[in-house]
């Protein structure tokens, strides 16, 4: 079946640090990824996506991803993070061509100012 | 505003009763979703519809049903089957596949029974 794991459920940084969340996905065909991020109290936001070309893409907010294929994962990176990126971020994928999006579990992250 | 709507925001349901939760969206989006958030389980997928008077059972789909009369909307029906039917429940909705599938979500609805 497929599926995706997101092995960090809580992840606790001071202002500054850098962050890397990792997701791995099970499917082997063509996928369409997706990082969303849900900020306290509001609803689930797209922060960036991958569909085809650059395996390095960026979003919102300095938030960037790389898919690598060969790992099937998609890690959320951003190099130095804000007490205003605490939220809880979901790493989904989506086989191509199909209207299924399959998520992870998510992870809390909780930035310290 | 585009977008998508859901409501009540909180509902109170007592055991035993059926309760109906509205999405409407004006995206123009062919497809639309449910989804229930639980902690520490992520989305999980209850029932999709890819076009009008058509829908498919996702994961959980024991206990709920829905209707798509219309493109813009797909309500979901929580029925007294459903054991554990408190949650975080959130519609969404994609344009077509060649459009660039992004899913994009509406505020959710609380749903507690009492």
């Known amino acids: 079946a497929q599926s995706v794991s997101q092995h960090n459920h809580h992840v606790i940084l001071s202002e500054a640090a850098s962050l890397e969340l990792g997701c791995n996905y099970s499917?082997?065909?063509?996928?369409?990824l997706f990082w969303y991020v849900q900020y306290p109290g509001q609803h689930l936001q797209l922060l960036l996506k991958y569909f085809s070309g650059d395996p390095l893409v960026k979003g919102i907010k300095g938030f960037e991803a790389e898919f690598i294929k060969s790992k099937f994962s998609f890690n959320l990176r951003k190099p130095s993070v804000q007490w205003s990126d605490t939220a809880e971020y979901f790493c989904a994928v989506s086989p191509s061509g199909t209207y299924k999006y399959i998520f992870g579990t998510g992870t809390r992250l909780k930035v310290l100012a | 505003d585009g977008g998508i709507t859901q409501s009540p925001k909180y509902l109170f349901r007592k055991e035993g009763q059926n309760v109906t939760l509205s999405c409407e969206q004006n995206l123009n989006h062919d497809a639309m979703y449910w989804y229930r958030q639980d902690p520490g389980q992520g989305l999980r997928l209850i029932y999709y519809s890819q076009i009008v008077n058509d829908f498919q059972k996702g994961d959980i789909a024991e206990g709920y049903s829905v209707s798509r009369e219309k493109k813009e909307s797909f309500p979901l029906t929580v029925t007294s089957a459903q054991k554990n039917p408190t949650a975080f429940y959130l519609c969404?909705?994609?344009?077509?596949?060649?459009?660039?599938?992004?899913?994009?979500f509406g505020e959710g609805s609380w749903l507690t029974v009492v």
């Open positions: 499917y082997g065909g063509t996928v369409n």
């Open positions: 969404a909705s994609s344009p077509p596949i060649l459009s660039g599938n992004t899913i994009y």
